[in-house]
């Protein structure tokens, strides 16, 4: 059974650091697409970022281009988001997503159409 675990999340003032990690089982992680989710408090789910099973390919939503970083270590059967320089208007429950198999793919979406979901992280960004 596909399943996904995040973790990684908390508490941090603006302009710190935090690192979210997505932990894969029951499935081959190097043969899916891995997409980053957000939903804030009554706003919709919006995607953050996407990693192509190749990891030869990384999409970024504009809001987070340049401070966020997503990488995978299939190795592992792990998925990260490294997330810097973080603002207020980045509090929201964290997600990871995992759709396939696309092989050797540099398949990428930020669209909501994944097929797996994991339960989520908080990440609160607060003075």
């Known amino acids: 059974q596909l399943q996904l675990v995040e973790s990684g999340g908390g508490l941090v003032q603006p302009g710190g650091s935090l690192r979210l990690s997505c932990e894969a089982s029951g499935f081959t992680l190097e043969n899916y697409v891995i997409g980053w989710f957000r939903q804030a408090p009554g706003k919709e789910r919006e995607g953050v970022s996407s990693?192509?099973?190749?990891?030869?390919?990384?999409l970024y939503a504009d809001s987070v281009k340049g401070r966020f970083t997503a990488s995978r270590d299939n190795a592992e059967r792990t998925v990260y988001l490294q997330m810097n320089n973080l603002k207020p208007e980045d509090t929201a429950v964290y997600y990871c997503?995992?759709?396939?198999?696309?092989?050797?793919?540099?398949?990428?979406?930020?669209?909501?159409?994944?097929?797996?979901w994991g339960q989520g992280t908080q990440v609160t960004v607060s003075s």
């Open positions: 990693i192509s099973s190749s990891g030869g390919s990384i």
């Open positions: 997503a995992a759709d396939g198999p696309h092989y050797n793919s540099d398949y990428v979406t930020l669209r909501d159409g994944y097929r797996s």
